[in-house]
């Protein structure tokens, strides 16, 4: 089960859920949101990975600057 404890730092874009992304993404590499490489980036929200039923991982999610396409962002 995964859950989030907090919000989106980013107003009117929501968490995505940590089960559905890849490594890189999950580790910070690429874009929590479009899978993109990161190069200038922001913090999205932290959630709260389960991995193997009983350990649990706060995971913190970051996504493009400017914010990509995918939320309306303009990222090309």
Not at 18 to 40: H, I, N, S, V
Not at 51 to 64: H, M, P
């Amino acid at each position: 089960m995964t859950t989030c404890p907090q919000p989106s730092l980013l107003p009117g874009v929501e968490l995505p859920d940590p089960e559905t992304l890849t490594g890189p993404q999950l580790q910070g590499w690429d874009c929590a949101l479009c899978k993109q490489r990161l190069f200038a980036d922001q913090m999205l929200g932290t959630v709260e990975w389960t991995c193997g039923g009983a350990t649990k991982e706060a995971i913190d999610l970051y996504v493009c600057r400017p914010l990509c396409i995918e939320v309306g962002g303009g990222r090309e």
